[in-house]
């Protein structure tokens, strides 16, 4: 009778035939601030969603995919405040029963997140801090980075300039510490690929704020008189992650030259105005969704839960452990509108991914360059590779 | 002898536009918005036709009179008139279609609308839309088997096959492939389904009873790195025997042997080639080479490269017409 009833049951289940899987329930965290960083230009100015915008346009897609396997996906978000502790705020996500968590902090933030939770085998992304140091000396074996490190954006942008044959390159750095790291990736990437940094520069932030009443007059007398007189070069890279100078210097240099790095041509993960490879259904799908343009933080964090819908998938579960060892594996690869497959560098948990070259209304290049070759992935002419890595996963 | 010259323009122009059964192939041109028509017997590219905005997926209708062709950013299929060699209609197709198949009696369209997870099914005769269904996310390559029943859409998002009861339009199964399936393929018998995945770089063997994937194509090309062979187009001989599959940036062909799945040569053609299509008799396989602006031909038989015709811009679909 029992025999009976279970093939039965059994005829049930393969007559539904697409719900035949068992039901999985992925519930992913999301943690970031609660107030965006200033920028010099407006438009540059972040939406209050950006980033889980990105997120949310993935939970639709993994849901599509979702209801022909029984697999069902949530996003829970938490915004902090300054003063609010990331360790706790992961705590209490891993707590409800979330192991996955999409993270949108700076780096010490985020390992504090994510060593509060690593004993409860919680799974972190990065999708918003791009210091190499969290893949190199201060690496987790549980954090997955999406975004790019400083590294990769620098050597995504050397190559096309090295490519471009514009050489000799007039470094202007900003006084901030993440100004210093950029200007630090910038060299690396001249001395890889044979370009010259003719000379330095420095631009003190004296404070101040970035919009102001009496508007531009100063600063198309300052920009010419600060870029005077430097030695010969082909065009200015500027390192100013802080928003402070790099937008106000093209068109204003005292040489007519290009500009690139935080202004003028600059490295990204992504571009609203990338069309390439699929990509226009991306941002249809996006701007449909959030009457917005799609960000770089945003395309990090769409990638991160693709990632996971991808793993659930894939190996029919939502065990953070079991998912995590898929995507580290041979067998993971993800489309996401880069013209390649997407994966993972098993030594760091960093994403593998082509650097786009964006003027803020067109890409204008897509690195890694023709003829920067690499014996396993010409992904990996871009960043610090598996021989000079300094980490070390748990 | 002047005499002579009207009447031999004359010839030439019978020649031309008579129903001589010279073959035509249309091309799609992605780039330059036009479809260029070549005669297979001259291999030269006879005219240039004006569409809407980026034509890709391009038939001919079951009855070889008209040719449709998919103007994505138009969001409309257009209709080639094959006789006068111009447009004249439009489909209501949803929007932004890519690609699409007649079913057997050339009567149901069904279109794959990337835009918003549907494939789009249309009455030819009509002309209008008379349902949908909800599949994954970027519905792409579509096929139907030889026996009518299943309709076949891959949603390159997703990463699945969906198989579609063509009775009652519902989803019967979906089977998981690799990364960016964006063509399906049956053999002619019906006893496989052969679904190319771009970025993944493979092709899945499916067996369509069992909804499995039983086997799977990989490539391996000497000096070329993994990410650049992505493979687009299929084309299965009639006996099932050889297949060709386009393997897209790695401006290749690759030669699988239709039984053992293995494959037993790679073909250099242009850049970035995209999708394939057959002369009725077999002799030939015409491929779009789309970076390159041209469309090479495949002597199948010798399986050799025997010539290349330039195009409009960024060459994508192909058909021609079948008897």
């Known amino acids: 009778m029992i025999r009976a009833l279970v093939g039965a049951i059994g005829f049930a289940l393969l007559a539904t035939g697409a719900l035949a899987d068992d039901p999985v329930e992925v519930?992913?965290?999301?943690?970031?601030?609660?107030?965006?960083?200033?920028?010099?230009?407006?438009?540059?100015?972040?939406?209050?969603?950006?980033?889980?915008?990105?997120?949310?346009?993935?939970?639709?897609?993994?849901?599509?995919?979702?209801?022909?396997?029984?697999?069902?996906?949530?996003?829970?978000?938490?915004?902090?405040?300054?003063?609010?502790?990331?360790?706790a705020a992961a705590g209490e996500l891993a707590g409800r029963g979330i192991g996955l968590i999409l993270v949108d902090l700076p780096a010490d933030a985020l390992l504090k997140a994510a060593d509060a939770v690593r004993d409860r085998g919680t799974v972190l992304f990065d999708v918003g801090a791009i210091d190499d140091r969290l893949r190199e000396e201060d690496c987790r074996g549980n954090v997955?980075?999406?975004?790019?490190?400083?590294?990769?954006?620098?050597?995504?942008?050397?190559?096309?300039?090295?490519?471009?044959?514009?050489?000799?390159?007039?470094?202007?750095?900003?006084?901030?510490?993440?100004d210093k790291l950029y200007a630090d990736a910038i060299?690396?990437?001249?001395?890889?690929?044979?370009?010259?940094?003719?000379?330095?520069?420095?631009?003190?932030?004296?404070?101040?704020?970035?919009?102001?009443?009496?508007?531009?007059?100063?600063?198309?007398r300052q920009m010419p008189v600060f870029t005077q007189q430097a030695a010969a070069y082909d065009v200015l890279v500027a390192a100013d992650e802080s928003e402070v100078f790099a937008s106000y210097l093209p068109y204003r240099t005292w040489d007519p030259r290009p500009v690139a790095?935080?202004?003028?041509?600059?490295?990204?993960?992504?571009?609203?105005?990338?069309?390439?490879?699929?990509?226009?259904?991306?941002?249809?799908?996006?701007?449909?969704?959030?009457?917005?343009?799609?960000?770089?933080?945003?395309?990090?964090?769409?990638?991160?839960?693709?990632?996971?819908?991808?793993?659930?998938?894939?190996?029919?579960?939502?065990?953070?452990?079991?998912?995590?060892?898929?995507?580290?594996?041979?067998d993971f690869s993800l489309a996401a509108f880069k013209g390649q497959r997407l994966t993972l560098r098993d030594w760091n948990l960093q994403l593998r991914q082509p650097i786009l070259l964006?003027?803020?209304?067109?890409?204008?290049?897509?690195?890694?360059?023709?003829?920067?070759?690499?014996?396993?992935?010409?992904?990996?002419?871009?960043?610090?590779?598996?021989?000079?890595?300094?980490c070390k996963l748990h | 002898?002047?005499?002579?010259?009207?009447?031999?323009?004359?010839?030439?122009?019978?020649?031309?536009?008579?129903?001589?059964?010279?073959?035509?192939?249309?091309?799609?041109?992605?780039?330059?918005?036009t479809v260029s028509v070549i005669d297979t017997d001259t291999w030269t590219v006879t005219r240039t036709i004006k569409v809407g905005q980026r034509p890709r997926g391009i038939e001919f209708t079951r009855d070889g009179k008209f040719v449709m062709v998919a103007v994505g950013d138009d969001d409309t299929i257009q209709v080639i008139d094959a006789a006068s060699q111009q447009v004249v209609d439009t489909l209501p197709s949803g929007p932004d279609p890519e690609l699409f198949v007649q079913d057997a009696t050339g009567k149901i369209l069904y279109v794959a609308n990337e835009n918003d997870n549907t494939v789009t099914i249309i009455d030819l005769d009509k002309r209008a839309r008379i349902g949908d269904v909800q599949v994954g996310v970027e519905p792409e390559g579509m096929a139907i088997s030889p026996d009518g029943k299943i309709l076949i859409n891959t949603s390159e998002t997703t990463n699945m096959a969906h198989f579609i009861?063509?009775?009652?339009?519902?989803?019967?199964?979906?089977?998981?492939?690799?990364?960016?399936?964006?063509?399906?393929?049956?053999?002619?018998?019906g006893s496989e389904l052969w679904v190319s995945s771009e970025i993944a770089?493979?092709?899945?063997?499916?067996?369509?009873?069992?909804?499995?994937?039983?086997?799977?194509?990989?490539?391996?090309?000497?000096?070329?790195?993994?990410?650049?062979?992505?493979?687009?187009?299929?084309?299965?001989?009639?006996?099932?025997?050889?297949?060709?599959?386009?393997?897209?940036?790695?401006?290749?062909?690759?030669?699988?042997?239709?039984?053992?799945h293995q494959v037993t040569k790679y073909l250099l053609v242009g850049q970035r080639v995209w999708h394939m299509a057959f002369t009725p008799d077999e002799k030939y396989l015409l491929v779009t080479n789309g970076v390159s602006n041209d469309v090479s031909i495949i002597d199948v038989a010798a399986q050799k490269v025997i010539k290349t015709i330039q195009v409009g811009e960024l060459p994508w679909g192909i058909t021609i017409a079948q008897p």
């Open chain 1, 27 to 87: 519930g992913i965290g999301y943690l970031h601030r609660a107030k965006a960083r200033p920028t010099l230009s407006l438009v540059e100015v972040p939406a209050d969603n950006d980033g889980v915008a990105g997120a949310r346009l993935a939970i639709e897609d993994n849901n599509t995919t979702g209801k022909f396997l029984n697999q069902h996906f949530t996003l829970d978000e938490k915004r902090l405040k300054d003063d609010d502790d990331p360790a």
């Open chain 1, 144 to 178: 997955v980075h999406t975004a790019p490190t400083r590294s990769m954006l620098a050597d995504g942008l050397a190559q096309y300039l090295v490519w471009k044959q514009w050489k000799r390159w007039l470094l202007v750095v900003g006084s901030h510490p993440e």
């Open chain 1, 187 to 220: 060299r690396r990437a001249a001395k890889r690929f044979g370009a010259k940094i003719v000379e330095e520069r420095v631009f003190e932030d004296t404070g101040g704020a970035r919009r102001t009443d009496s508007g531009v007059t100063q600063i198309q």
């Open chain 1, 261 to 330: 790095g935080s202004a003028g041509l600059m490295p990204t993960s992504w571009d609203p105005a990338h069309d390439q490879w699929g990509a226009i259904q991306m941002q249809n799908r996006f701007v449909k969704l959030n009457s917005r343009r799609m960000t770089a933080i945003d395309m990090q964090a769409w990638t991160a839960v693709r990632m996971i819908g991808e793993a659930a998938a894939r190996v029919k579960s939502g065990a953070p452990k079991a998912m995590l060892d898929f995507l580290k594996g041979p």
């Open chain 1, 358 to 390: 964006a003027d803020g209304r067109m890409v204008v290049s897509v690195s890694p360059q023709e003829g920067f070759l690499h014996q396993v992935s010409e992904l990996d002419t871009l960043g610090v590779d598996r021989p000079e890595t300094k």
């Open chain 2, 1 to 33: 002898m002047w005499r002579h010259a009207p009447l031999a323009a004359l010839t030439v122009w019978m020649l031309a536009v008579s129903p001589a059964r010279a073959v035509t192939a249309y091309v799609s041109n992605e780039k330059s918005n």
């Open chain 2, 165 to 189: 009861d063509t009775a009652t339009r519902q989803i019967v199964a979906n089977v998981l492939v690799d990364s960016r399936p964006r063509f399906a393929e049956f053999k002619r018998d």
């Open chain 2, 201 to 260: 770089g493979t092709v899945s063997i499916i067996d369509p009873a069992q909804h499995a994937v039983t086997g799977k194509i990989t490539f391996d090309i000497p000096g070329m790195r993994r990410e650049a062979i992505q493979p687009v187009g299929i084309g299965l001989t009639r006996d099932g025997k050889t297949a060709f599959i386009a393997l897209g940036p790695a401006n290749r062909i690759a030669i699988v042997d239709g039984t053992s």
